[in-house]
Antibody
Protein backbone atom coordinates (compact mmCIF):
# COMPACT_ATOMS: atom_id res chain seq x y z
CA UNK A 1 0.00 0.00 0.00
CA UNK A 2 1.46 3.33 -1.06
CA UNK A 3 1.96 5.84 1.74
CA UNK A 4 3.10 9.44 1.73
CA UNK A 5 4.35 11.36 4.76
CA UNK A 6 5.13 15.05 5.00
CA UNK A 7 7.88 16.29 7.31
CA UNK A 8 9.41 19.64 8.15
CA UNK A 9 9.23 22.58 10.56
CA UNK A 10 5.82 23.55 11.83
CA UNK A 11 6.83 27.16 12.39
CA UNK A 12 8.61 29.46 9.95
CA UNK A 13 9.44 33.13 10.43
CA UNK A 14 8.24 35.75 7.94
CA UNK A 15 10.67 36.35 5.04
CA UNK A 16 12.34 32.98 5.62
CA UNK A 17 12.12 29.80 3.53
CA UNK A 18 9.60 27.03 4.10
CA UNK A 19 11.02 23.57 3.39
CA UNK A 20 9.04 20.35 3.47
CA UNK A 21 9.82 16.80 2.40
CA UNK A 22 7.44 14.05 1.35
CA UNK A 23 8.64 10.49 1.89
CA UNK A 24 7.02 7.84 -0.28
CA UNK A 25 6.84 4.26 0.93
CA UNK A 26 5.27 1.15 -0.54
CA UNK A 27 6.13 2.17 -4.09
CA UNK A 28 8.77 3.87 -6.21
CA UNK A 29 8.76 7.57 -6.94
CA UNK A 30 10.11 6.70 -10.38
CA UNK A 31 6.95 4.77 -11.27
CA UNK A 32 6.57 5.99 -14.81
CA UNK A 33 2.98 7.19 -15.18
CA UNK A 34 2.87 9.21 -11.99
CA UNK A 35 3.75 12.75 -11.05
CA UNK A 36 4.12 13.96 -7.47
CA UNK A 37 2.73 17.19 -6.11
CA UNK A 38 2.11 19.63 -3.32
CA UNK A 39 -1.23 21.18 -2.35
CA UNK A 40 -1.98 23.51 0.53
CA UNK A 41 -5.04 24.59 2.47
CA UNK A 42 -5.14 27.70 4.68
CA UNK A 43 -7.14 27.18 7.89
CA UNK A 44 -10.85 27.13 7.11
CA UNK A 45 -10.30 27.71 3.39
CA UNK A 46 -10.11 25.78 0.15
CA UNK A 47 -7.39 23.81 -1.59
CA UNK A 48 -4.63 25.50 -3.58
CA UNK A 49 -2.44 23.58 -5.99
CA UNK A 50 1.23 24.49 -5.53
CA UNK A 51 3.04 22.39 -8.09
CA UNK A 52 3.99 18.98 -9.44
CA UNK A 53 7.19 17.16 -10.39
CA UNK A 54 7.97 14.13 -12.50
CA UNK A 55 10.80 11.83 -11.45
CA UNK A 56 12.81 13.04 -14.43
CA UNK A 57 12.79 16.52 -12.90
CA UNK A 58 10.14 18.21 -15.05
CA UNK A 59 8.18 20.66 -12.93
CA UNK A 60 4.91 22.56 -13.16
CA UNK A 61 4.05 25.40 -10.80
CA UNK A 62 1.06 27.53 -9.86
CA UNK A 63 1.64 30.82 -11.70
CA UNK A 64 0.79 32.81 -8.58
CA UNK A 65 3.58 31.10 -6.62
CA UNK A 66 6.06 30.41 -9.39
CA UNK A 67 8.53 33.12 -8.39
CA UNK A 68 8.86 31.71 -4.87
CA UNK A 69 8.43 27.95 -5.21
CA UNK A 70 10.63 25.06 -6.22
CA UNK A 71 10.01 21.32 -6.09
CA UNK A 72 12.77 18.73 -6.33
CA UNK A 73 13.03 14.96 -6.25
CA UNK A 74 15.55 12.62 -4.61
CA UNK A 75 15.12 9.18 -6.12
CA UNK A 76 17.77 7.64 -3.88
CA UNK A 77 15.63 8.46 -0.84
CA UNK A 78 12.26 8.06 -2.61
CA UNK A 79 11.41 11.61 -1.56
CA UNK A 80 10.34 14.87 -3.12
CA UNK A 81 10.61 18.29 -1.53
CA UNK A 82 9.04 21.73 -1.52
CA UNK A 83 10.77 25.06 -0.98
CA UNK A 84 8.80 28.28 -0.67
CA UNK A 85 10.85 31.42 -0.20
CA UNK A 86 10.05 34.79 1.37
CA UNK A 87 7.06 33.45 3.28
CA UNK A 88 4.35 35.68 4.70
CA UNK A 89 1.47 35.06 7.08
CA UNK A 90 -0.79 34.16 4.15
CA UNK A 91 1.40 31.10 3.53
CA UNK A 92 0.15 29.60 6.79
CA UNK A 93 -1.62 26.41 5.78
CA UNK A 94 -1.83 22.66 5.98
CA UNK A 95 0.53 21.39 3.30
CA UNK A 96 -0.27 18.07 1.62
CA UNK A 97 1.84 15.96 -0.68
CA UNK A 98 0.07 13.68 -3.12
CA UNK A 99 0.60 11.32 -6.00
CA UNK A 100 -0.89 12.71 -9.16
CA UNK A 101 -3.13 10.92 -11.61
CA UNK A 102 -1.25 9.13 -14.41
CA UNK A 103 0.47 11.58 -16.78
CA UNK A 104 -1.33 14.46 -15.08
CA UNK A 105 -0.74 17.36 -12.73
CA UNK A 106 -4.06 16.70 -10.99
CA UNK A 107 -3.79 15.12 -7.53
CA UNK A 108 -4.83 11.50 -7.44
CA UNK A 109 -5.73 8.82 -5.01
CA UNK A 110 -2.84 8.88 -2.53
CA UNK A 111 -2.29 11.81 -0.19
CA UNK A 112 -0.21 12.42 2.90
CA UNK A 113 -1.99 13.27 6.13
CA UNK A 114 -0.92 16.91 5.84
CA UNK A 115 1.30 19.07 8.00
CA UNK A 116 0.42 22.47 9.42
CA UNK A 117 2.98 25.18 8.78
CA UNK A 118 2.51 28.45 10.61
CA UNK A 119 4.29 31.61 9.48
CA UNK A 120 4.86 33.79 12.50
CA UNK A 121 7.65 35.61 14.28
CA UNK B 1 -5.27 31.24 -13.17
CA UNK B 2 -8.55 31.88 -11.37
CA UNK B 3 -10.18 29.38 -9.06
CA UNK B 4 -13.10 27.42 -10.45
CA UNK B 5 -16.50 28.53 -9.16
CA UNK B 6 -18.50 26.26 -6.86
CA UNK B 7 -21.53 27.05 -4.68
CA UNK B 8 -20.47 27.64 -1.09
CA UNK B 9 -23.06 25.24 0.24
CA UNK B 10 -25.75 22.75 -0.78
CA UNK B 11 -28.09 20.64 1.28
CA UNK B 12 -30.37 17.67 0.88
CA UNK B 13 -32.33 15.11 2.84
CA UNK B 14 -31.36 11.45 3.17
CA UNK B 15 -32.29 9.48 0.07
CA UNK B 16 -32.44 12.53 -2.17
CA UNK B 17 -30.03 13.47 -4.94
CA UNK B 18 -27.97 16.64 -5.03
CA UNK B 19 -25.74 18.20 -7.66
CA UNK B 20 -22.71 20.41 -7.14
CA UNK B 21 -21.57 22.57 -10.03
CA UNK B 22 -18.04 23.63 -10.92
CA UNK B 23 -17.71 26.43 -13.47
CA UNK B 24 -14.52 27.36 -15.25
CA UNK B 25 -13.51 28.58 -18.69
CA UNK B 26 -12.53 27.20 -22.06
CA UNK B 27 -8.93 27.23 -20.76
CA UNK B 28 -9.65 24.64 -18.12
CA UNK B 29 -12.98 22.82 -17.57
CA UNK B 30 -14.29 23.47 -21.07
CA UNK B 31 -11.07 22.64 -22.83
CA UNK B 32 -10.27 19.22 -21.43
CA UNK B 33 -11.96 16.10 -20.11
CA UNK B 34 -9.70 16.23 -17.09
CA UNK B 35 -11.96 17.26 -14.23
CA UNK B 36 -11.68 15.62 -10.82
CA UNK B 37 -13.74 15.75 -7.65
CA UNK B 38 -12.56 15.25 -4.08
CA UNK B 39 -14.34 14.70 -0.78
CA UNK B 40 -12.75 16.11 2.36
CA UNK B 41 -14.00 15.46 5.86
CA UNK B 42 -12.88 17.98 8.52
CA UNK B 43 -9.31 17.41 9.64
CA UNK B 44 -8.66 14.79 6.97
CA UNK B 45 -6.85 14.71 3.65
CA UNK B 46 -9.00 14.96 0.51
CA UNK B 47 -10.09 11.71 -1.14
CA UNK B 48 -10.44 11.32 -4.90
CA UNK B 49 -14.05 10.62 -5.91
CA UNK B 50 -14.13 11.23 -9.65
CA UNK B 51 -11.45 11.67 -12.32
CA UNK B 52 -11.54 12.34 -16.05
CA UNK B 53 -15.00 13.96 -15.62
CA UNK B 54 -16.95 10.77 -14.91
CA UNK B 55 -14.67 7.91 -13.85
CA UNK B 56 -14.67 6.47 -10.35
CA UNK B 57 -11.58 5.05 -8.65
CA UNK B 58 -11.89 1.56 -7.29
CA UNK B 59 -13.77 1.55 -4.02
CA UNK B 60 -15.79 4.72 -4.58
CA UNK B 61 -19.55 4.23 -4.35
CA UNK B 62 -21.54 4.35 -7.58
CA UNK B 63 -23.80 6.88 -5.84
CA UNK B 64 -21.19 9.43 -6.93
CA UNK B 65 -21.22 10.43 -10.58
CA UNK B 66 -19.71 13.20 -12.68
CA UNK B 67 -20.58 14.97 -15.88
CA UNK B 68 -19.65 18.03 -17.89
CA UNK B 69 -21.36 20.45 -20.25
CA UNK B 70 -19.38 23.25 -21.78
CA UNK B 71 -17.41 25.10 -19.11
CA UNK B 72 -19.36 23.56 -16.22
CA UNK B 73 -18.73 20.22 -14.57
CA UNK B 74 -21.09 18.62 -12.07
CA UNK B 75 -20.93 16.10 -9.28
CA UNK B 76 -24.14 14.26 -8.46
CA UNK B 77 -24.64 12.29 -5.28
CA UNK B 78 -27.67 10.04 -5.32
CA UNK B 79 -29.32 8.30 -2.38
CA UNK B 80 -27.88 10.87 0.00
CA UNK B 81 -26.56 9.43 3.26
CA UNK B 82 -25.56 11.09 6.51
CA UNK B 83 -21.92 10.11 5.90
CA UNK B 84 -21.91 12.18 2.70
CA UNK B 85 -21.95 15.36 4.77
CA UNK B 86 -18.56 16.79 3.92
CA UNK B 87 -16.70 19.33 1.81
CA UNK B 88 -16.34 18.75 -1.92
CA UNK B 89 -13.76 20.26 -4.26
CA UNK B 90 -13.43 20.12 -8.02
CA UNK B 91 -10.20 20.48 -9.98
CA UNK B 92 -9.31 20.83 -13.62
CA UNK B 93 -6.32 20.59 -15.89
CA UNK B 94 -5.47 23.87 -17.63
CA UNK B 95 -3.91 25.04 -20.87
CA UNK B 96 -0.73 25.81 -18.94
CA UNK B 97 -0.44 22.14 -17.92
CA UNK B 98 -1.27 23.18 -14.37
CA UNK B 99 -4.10 22.32 -11.99
CA UNK B 100 -6.74 24.65 -10.62
CA UNK B 101 -9.18 23.91 -7.79
CA UNK B 102 -12.65 25.14 -7.08
CA UNK B 103 -13.39 27.04 -3.90
CA UNK B 104 -15.18 24.08 -2.34
CA UNK B 105 -18.77 23.25 -1.43
CA UNK B 106 -20.04 22.26 1.98
CA UNK B 107 -22.74 19.59 1.77
CA UNK B 108 -25.21 19.40 4.63
CA UNK B 109 -27.43 16.35 5.00
CA UNK B 110 -30.61 17.55 6.69
Amino acid sequence: QLQLQESGPGLVKPSETLSLTCTVSGGSISNIPYYWGWIRQPPGKGLEWIGTIYYSGSTYYNPSLKSRVSISVDMSKNQFSLRLTSVIAADTAVYYCARSQPYSTLPGDYWGQGTLVTVSS
Amino acid sequence: QSALTQPASVSGSPGQSITISCTGTSSDVGGYNYVSWYQQHPGKAPQLLIYDVNKRPSGVSNRFSGSKSGNTASLTISGLQAEDESNYFCSSYTTSSTCVFGGGTKLTVL
